[in-house]
């Protein structure tokens, strides 16, 4: 799990790529979106291909015979960079061999390697027919007709500045919730420039989106058949959005303001900065039973002397007394975090205090990471860089430690009862998928009828794949049988 976020995830709701021509008029054409990244770029990947449905753009899941392909990139750290052009040159075989048959496919490369490096995109892939970065995706359609009528070229293939006009305004309104879990993205952006980080780089400035256009989007959603909707923003509590009212609403109103929607069952929000966790929002954690107990709260290093030089604005006792205030409030809240091990001058006594930290602390689940030196950052050039060597030797104890924090918690699931969300058919027949508020899998028989649906289950097992229950109203059958 704790590579997630960086792992491909290809986004794509239709499975039929043939080609037809509805009315006898306009070819239906395809898109094959491929997603790298955060569940931001999962988000903007849906919004991508909803703008090309007006221009005849149907979504498939594979490469093959797409029409029009879009990587959507990460640059967070360097392997996800990397994977960018090596995944190009998978492309353009693609687009060689349909040119060699006599069609035609455009690639275009969105998100925040296309931000970051736009030019050497296209130094180094020339094939690539456009380069968009993370704020122009609203362009999307006007770029996309310049590229069919082959006007695109030089200059016109790329847009990565940061538009004054606000993404959001301009996308169409969207199609309706494919899935039961559905991100919204509320915030975008970052002011707090961790000094490793590239995001406010490749995302520019805080942003947050008005009250009334993320009611909106959110009912849609559930219209279309969401249950449950995660609120997403590279710092999504620090969200300061205008309210109908016209003063800025901090995200705990605008949780109170999304509960009310008739036939959403869960909401969630990702990724939270320590130092934005204000009173309000750990009260809504206490108040709002619909906000599941469950917080990924980065923390990046136990030490106080790299959590300076990470510019991270807090130190590891600010984390503690945070996570005693949120126990307080809701006390089976669930923390995750993010970790970064080997940053510049980290020594070994600085390690340990990492590993003091979640030893007291207890996740349930983590992401942790080699530091990975970004160009433009100011952590990439400090002193004291770390050997490859000690970074993957510090990993793999931290692994370790995190592993074992998240097995024990699967473990005293055993024998609870808890509400599962249904989201998905699983890999056997009759057999359902779900996730329990502290947002593991679980899985369970039930029928397809159950998607969407919430029901308790008594959990019967734990092992690496998630979690295992039974209905509950089964579960005492079976005693009395
Ligand atoms: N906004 C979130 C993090 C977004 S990036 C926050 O402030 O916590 C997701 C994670 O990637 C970060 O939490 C960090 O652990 C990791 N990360 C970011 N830059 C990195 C780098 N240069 N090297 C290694 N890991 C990095
Ligand atoms: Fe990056 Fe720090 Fe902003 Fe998170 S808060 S996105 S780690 S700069
Ligand atoms: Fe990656 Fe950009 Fe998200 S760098 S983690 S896709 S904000």
Redesign the pocket.
């Known amino acids: 799990m704790r590579t997630a976020?960086v792992v491909p995830i290809e986004m794509s709701e239709g499975q039929d790529i043939g080609r037809e021509r509805p009315g006898g008029t306009a070819l239906v054409k395809t898109v094959f979106v491929k997603t790298y990244g955060?569940q931001m770029n999962v988000y903007d990947s849906a919004r991508m291909t909803e703008v090309l449905a007006p221009l005849g753009y149907r979504p498939v899941s594979v490469p093959d015979g797409a029409d029009f392909i879009i990587v959507n990139t990460c640059h967070?750290?360097e392997k996800a960079s990397e994977k960018v052009f090596s995944e190009l040159g998978r492309l353009r075989r693609h687009k060689e061999a349909r040119a060699a048959g006599g069609g035609r496919m455009f690639i275009a490369v969105t998100g925040c390697v296309a931000q970051a490096e736009g030019a050497e995109i296209l130094r180094r892939a020339p094939y690539v027919d456009m380069v968009l970065g993370p704020q122009t995706y609203h362009r999307l359609p006007e770029l996309v007709a310049r590229m069919e009528r082959a006007e695109t070229g030089g200059a016109g293939r790329v847009a990565t500045d940061f538009p004054v006009e606000a993404k959001f305004d301009h996308l169409p309104a969207r199609d309706g919730g494919q899935t039961i879990s559905a991100f919204l993205t509320v915030q975008e952006g970052?002011d707090?420039f961790?000094s490793?980080?590239?995001?406010p780089y490749t995302r520019g400035a805080e942003f947050s989106r008005p009250v009334a256009q993320v009611l909106a989007e959110a009912a849609q959603l559930v219209r279309g058949g969401a249950r449950e909707i995660v609120l997403l923003g590279?710092?999504v509590n620090a969200y300061r959005g205008q309210g109908p009212d016209g003063a800025p609403w901090g995200l705990d109103r605008l949780i109170s303001a999304l509960a009310p929607i008739a036939g959403l069952t869960r909401l969630r929000y990702t990724?939270s900065?320590p130092a934005d966790m204000d009173d309000r929002l750990i009260a809504a954690h206490r108040d709002v039973p619909m906000l599941m107990p469950y917080l990924h709260l980065?923390v990046?290093s136990g030490a106080d002397r790299i959590l300076r030089a990470m510019n991270r604005r807090h130190t590891g006792d600010d984390y503690r007394r945070l996570v005693r205030r949120l126990r307080a409030a809701r006390p089976d809240i669930a923390l995750s975090s993010?970790?970064?091990v080997g940053f510049p001058g980290e020594s070994e006594a600085d390690f340990e205090q990492t590993l003091a930290l979640v030893g007291e602390i207890g996740f349930t689940q983590a992401?942790s990471?080699?530091?990975?030196?970004?160009p433009g950052?100011p952590?990439s050039l400090m002193d004291g860089q770390v050997p490859e060597s000690v970074k993957a030797d510090r990993l793999a104890r931290l692994q370790i430690l995190l592993d074992s924090q998240q097995a024990a918690f699967n473990r005293q699931s055993v024998g609870q009862t808890m509400p599962v969300l249904v989201e998905r058919p699983g890999r056997r027949p009759g057999q359902m998928v779900g996730r329990s508020p502290y947002l593991q899998a679980v899985r369970t028989a039930a029928p397809v009828g159950a998607i969407g649906s919430t029901i308790e289950l008594r959990i019967t097992a734990s092992d690496a794949r998630g979690l295992a229950g039974v209905p509950v109203a089964h579960a005492s059958e079976r005693v009395t049988a």
């Open positions: 976020q955060c967070i750290r970052c707090k961790c490793f980080c590239v995001v590279q710092n990724t900065h980065p990046q993010d970790f970064i992401y990471f080699k530091y990975s030196p970004r950052t952590a």
